[in-house]
Protein backbone atom coordinates (compact mmCIF):
# COMPACT_ATOMS: atom_id res chain seq x y z
CA UNK A 1 0.00 0.00 0.00
CA UNK A 2 1.08 3.52 -0.96
CA UNK A 3 0.16 6.25 0.38
CA UNK A 4 0.49 9.92 1.63
CA UNK A 5 -0.53 12.00 3.68
CA UNK A 6 -1.57 15.33 3.79
CA UNK A 7 -2.65 18.75 6.13
CA UNK A 8 -1.79 21.70 7.53
CA UNK A 9 0.49 22.33 9.73
CA UNK A 10 -0.48 20.78 13.34
CA UNK A 11 -3.42 18.79 12.19
CA UNK A 12 -1.47 15.75 13.85
CA UNK A 13 -0.20 14.19 10.48
CA UNK A 14 2.85 12.91 12.64
CA UNK A 15 0.87 11.37 15.04
CA UNK A 16 -1.73 9.81 12.56
CA UNK A 17 1.04 8.78 10.30
CA UNK A 18 2.66 6.33 12.66
CA UNK A 19 -0.51 5.01 13.55
CA UNK A 20 -1.74 4.10 9.83
CA UNK A 21 1.83 2.57 9.09
CA UNK A 22 1.25 0.08 12.04
CA UNK A 23 -1.75 -0.62 11.13
CA UNK A 24 -0.91 -1.14 7.31
CA UNK A 25 2.54 -2.43 8.36
CA UNK A 26 4.01 0.01 6.35
CA UNK A 27 7.15 2.60 7.21
CA UNK A 28 5.91 6.03 8.09
CA UNK A 29 8.45 8.15 6.06
CA UNK A 30 8.06 12.20 7.38
CA UNK A 31 10.48 14.29 5.50
CA UNK A 32 9.91 16.55 8.54
CA UNK A 33 11.63 14.37 10.61
CA UNK A 34 14.61 13.61 8.33
CA UNK A 35 15.01 17.40 7.97
CA UNK A 36 15.03 17.84 11.94
CA UNK A 37 17.93 14.64 12.35
CA UNK A 38 19.46 17.01 9.84
CA UNK A 39 19.09 19.84 11.87
CA UNK A 40 20.14 18.47 15.00
CA UNK A 41 23.21 17.10 14.06
CA UNK A 42 24.34 20.13 12.01
CA UNK A 43 24.63 18.79 8.66
CA UNK A 44 24.91 21.25 5.81
CA UNK A 45 21.73 20.34 4.59
CA UNK A 46 20.57 20.83 8.08
CA UNK A 47 22.27 24.12 8.46
CA UNK A 48 20.16 24.48 5.25
CA UNK A 49 16.91 23.71 6.47
CA UNK A 50 17.14 25.13 9.84
CA UNK A 51 17.52 28.97 7.72
CA UNK A 52 14.93 27.81 5.79
CA UNK A 53 11.97 27.11 8.46
CA UNK A 54 13.19 29.85 10.39
CA UNK A 55 11.88 32.08 7.78
CA UNK A 56 8.63 30.26 7.80
CA UNK A 57 9.28 28.82 4.06
CA UNK A 58 9.62 25.14 2.67
CA UNK A 59 13.12 23.60 1.58
CA UNK A 60 13.83 23.29 -2.12
CA UNK A 61 12.10 20.77 -4.49
CA UNK A 62 15.21 19.54 -5.72
CA UNK A 63 16.87 19.05 -2.31
CA UNK A 64 13.66 17.46 -0.87
CA UNK A 65 12.64 15.26 -4.19
CA UNK A 66 16.20 13.82 -4.11
CA UNK A 67 15.71 12.57 -0.04
CA UNK A 68 12.38 11.50 -0.98
CA UNK A 69 13.95 9.05 -4.03
CA UNK A 70 16.53 8.10 -2.15
CA UNK A 71 14.42 6.72 0.85
CA UNK A 72 11.85 4.78 -1.15
CA UNK A 73 14.72 2.49 -2.40
CA UNK A 74 15.13 0.85 1.21
CA UNK A 75 13.99 -2.17 1.71
CA UNK A 76 11.40 -1.54 4.81
CA UNK A 77 9.85 0.11 1.47
CA UNK A 78 9.63 -2.46 -0.83
CA UNK A 79 5.78 -3.55 -0.05
CA UNK A 80 4.65 0.09 0.75
CA UNK A 81 4.72 3.71 2.30
CA UNK A 82 3.01 5.82 3.80
CA UNK A 83 4.43 9.42 3.19
CA UNK A 84 4.23 12.53 5.49
CA UNK A 85 4.90 15.76 4.42
CA UNK A 86 5.67 14.88 0.79
CA UNK A 87 4.67 15.98 -1.65
CA UNK A 88 3.74 19.68 -0.96
CA UNK A 89 4.67 21.44 -4.69
CA UNK A 90 3.45 20.17 -8.03
CA UNK A 91 6.77 20.01 -8.71
CA UNK A 92 7.02 17.62 -6.19
CA UNK A 93 4.05 15.69 -7.56
CA UNK A 94 5.69 15.46 -11.09
CA UNK A 95 8.81 14.13 -9.33
CA UNK A 96 7.02 11.33 -6.98
CA UNK A 97 4.61 10.41 -10.66
CA UNK A 98 8.04 9.96 -12.10
CA UNK A 99 10.02 7.84 -9.59
CA UNK A 100 6.77 5.30 -8.63
CA UNK A 101 6.54 5.43 -12.75
CA UNK A 102 10.31 3.96 -13.05
CA UNK A 103 9.46 0.92 -10.50
CA UNK A 104 5.43 0.82 -12.27
CA UNK A 105 4.41 1.95 -9.41
CA UNK A 106 0.96 3.94 -7.76
CA UNK A 107 -0.28 5.82 -4.76
CA UNK A 108 -3.46 3.83 -3.45
CA UNK A 109 -4.68 6.76 -1.65
CA UNK A 110 -4.68 10.51 -0.33
CA UNK A 111 -5.32 11.12 3.28
CA UNK A 112 -6.40 14.69 3.69
CA UNK A 113 -6.24 15.99 7.31
CA UNK A 114 -9.04 18.72 7.49
CA UNK A 115 -8.53 21.03 10.43
CA UNK A 116 -10.01 24.77 11.51
CA UNK A 117 -6.77 27.36 11.07
CA UNK A 118 -7.57 28.65 14.41
CA UNK A 119 -7.67 25.40 16.26
CA UNK A 120 -4.40 24.38 14.81
CA UNK A 121 -2.65 27.81 16.02
CA UNK A 122 -3.53 27.47 19.46
CA UNK A 123 -2.09 23.51 19.49
CA UNK A 124 1.23 24.24 17.31
CA UNK A 125 1.27 27.36 20.06
CA UNK A 126 0.99 24.80 22.98
CA UNK A 127 3.62 22.48 21.29
CA UNK A 128 6.03 25.00 20.81
CA UNK A 129 5.71 25.85 24.44
CA UNK A 130 6.29 21.87 25.28
CA UNK A 131 9.04 20.97 22.78
CA UNK A 132 10.57 24.33 22.41
CA UNK A 133 10.41 24.60 18.40
CA UNK A 134 11.96 27.59 17.84
CA UNK A 135 9.98 27.25 14.33
CA UNK A 136 6.70 27.84 16.06
CA UNK A 137 5.37 31.71 17.22
CA UNK A 138 1.84 33.06 15.64
CA UNK A 139 3.41 34.93 13.12
CA UNK A 140 5.66 31.99 11.57
CA UNK A 141 2.81 29.37 12.23
CA UNK A 142 0.21 31.64 10.34
CA UNK A 143 2.48 32.40 7.09
CA UNK A 144 3.34 28.69 7.38
CA UNK A 145 -0.47 27.90 7.13
CA UNK A 146 -0.73 30.53 4.43
CA UNK A 147 2.45 28.85 2.14
CA UNK A 148 0.55 25.26 3.09
CA UNK A 149 -2.76 26.72 1.32
CA UNK A 150 -1.03 28.24 -1.38
CA UNK A 151 1.01 25.64 -1.94
CA UNK A 152 -0.95 22.45 -1.19
CA UNK A 153 -4.54 23.63 -2.76
CA UNK A 154 -3.82 22.50 -6.09
CA UNK A 155 -2.64 19.40 -5.23
CA UNK A 156 -5.31 18.54 -3.33
CA UNK A 157 -7.40 19.06 -6.35
CA UNK A 158 -4.99 17.22 -8.45
CA UNK A 159 -5.83 14.15 -6.25
CA UNK A 160 -9.39 14.72 -6.38
CA UNK A 161 -9.17 14.40 -9.92
CA UNK A 162 -7.32 11.33 -10.07
CA UNK A 163 -10.00 9.69 -7.19
CA UNK A 164 -7.19 8.94 -4.83
CA UNK A 165 -8.04 12.10 -2.42
CA UNK A 166 -10.08 10.67 0.94
CA UNK A 167 -10.77 13.83 3.69
CA UNK A 168 -11.09 13.06 7.34
CA UNK A 169 -11.85 15.83 9.71
CA UNK A 170 -8.29 16.29 11.85
CA UNK A 171 -9.63 17.09 15.05
CA UNK A 172 -10.73 14.98 17.73
CA UNK A 173 -8.96 12.10 20.10
CA UNK A 174 -6.09 10.37 18.40
CA UNK A 175 -8.19 7.31 18.54
CA UNK A 176 -11.11 9.02 16.82
CA UNK A 177 -9.11 10.15 14.06
CA UNK A 178 -6.90 7.05 13.36
CA UNK A 179 -10.52 5.56 13.44
CA UNK A 180 -12.30 7.64 11.11
CA UNK A 181 -8.85 7.55 8.76
CA UNK A 182 -8.98 3.83 8.60
CA UNK A 183 -12.23 3.33 8.17
CA UNK A 184 -12.31 5.34 5.20
CA UNK A 185 -9.04 3.89 3.68
CA UNK A 186 -10.58 0.47 4.06
CA UNK A 187 -13.91 1.68 2.20
CA UNK A 188 -12.05 3.50 -0.05
CA UNK A 189 -9.52 0.19 -1.09
CA UNK A 190 -11.84 -2.39 -0.15
Not at 111 to 131: G, Y
Amino acid sequence: MRLLIMGPPGVGKGTQAVGIAAHYQIPAISTGDIFRANVKNATELGKEVSRIMAEGGYVPDEITNAIVADRLTEADAANGWLLDGYPRTSGQVDALDAELAKTGQAIDAVVSLVADTDVLVDRLLKRAELEGRADDNADTIRRRMEVYTEATDPLLATYRDRGLLVEVDGIGTIEEVSARITSALDAKLG
